[in-house]
């Protein structure tokens, strides 16, 4: 199952004629859902308890159009038998499935996840500025640094997307911030302040600051860049 947040996989596990009311002896849930690792280990817990039913905590990672493609990627955690058990289920859809670990280890991969696509995006804001702000044509960056050390799928996805103006999701919207940053703020270092001075500039948009944008999509980092530069 993938769903929505923690409260929506404690609805349908425990909830009125949820999965903890079935027979679980020799079954197992596969969770693709964001959740914090936390809340993955109480619910798997709780329904080992119940009815004796496994879990696999397995967020994925590629979006809708990884989805469509069967192109995810799948980081898992639990019991290493579980997970080979149920590897050519999960691989009909995905192109990778990886344990790492025990149960929660999946969740706290995924967070490892955003951390990096949320500082790539911050940075592509920073850099597309620049382009743009030097008077170089910023929608020819995908382009010129394709298959170099730069390129990513982010920078060939959402340069064109910021440099255009178009702030809106590319598909769904992500909900790259709705677990993130309620527990990624405990591993945040506290010695770096936002808008740190890092080599010769100071950060168009503060790091520190993009998890305070909860209402935010991630395409309008660059459109919130304007306000940071006058």
């Known amino acids: 199952m993938c769903l929505t947040d923690a409260a929506a996989v404690d609805e349908v596990v ?23 690792p936390d809340a993955a280990r109480s619910i798997a ?8 039913m496994g879990w696999i905590d397995a967020p994925v990672s590629g979006g809708t159009p990884g989805a469509e493609q069967g192109t995810l990627a799948v ?27 025990p149960l929660g280890a999946g969740q706290t991969t995924k967070l490892c996840n955003q951390v990096i696509v949320g500082c790539a995006m911050a940075v592509l804001a920073e850099a597309t500025r620049l382009a743009v702000n030097a008077g170089i044509d910023a929608k020819r960056l995908p382009e010129a640094l394709a298959g170099g050390f730069a390129d990513s799928i982010p920078l060939q996805l959402f340069v064109p ?10 598909a769904r919207p992500h909900r790259h ?22 080599g010769a500039g100071r ?23 304007t306000n940071q530069i006058g």
Not at 45 to 52: E, H, Q, Y
Not at 77 to 93: F, H, Q, S
Not at 161 to 170: E, F, K, T
């Open 14 to 36: 425990f909830g009125p004629d949820g999965l903890a009311t079935a027979k679980g002896a020799g079954k197992l849930v596969v969770d693709f859902s964001s959740i914090h």
């Open 45 to 52: 817990a709780r329904l080992k308890d119940a009815n004796g």
């Open 75 to 101: 980081m898992a955690g639990g019991d290493a038998a579980d997970i080979e058990r149920v590897r050519p289920y999960v691989l009909a859809m995905a192109r990778r499935l990886t344990h790492m670990g």
């Open 161 to 170: 997307r910021m440099v255009q103006g178009i702030h809106s999701p590319p």
């Open 177 to 198: 911030h709705a677990e993130g940053p309620r527990y990624g703020d405990r591993c945040r270092p506290r010695h770096l302040e936002p808008g740190t001075d890092v």
């Open 203 to 225: 950060a168009i948009v503060p790091t520190g600051q993009i998890g305070a944008w909860r209402g935010c999509r991630r395409v309008e980092i660059y459109k919130l860049s």
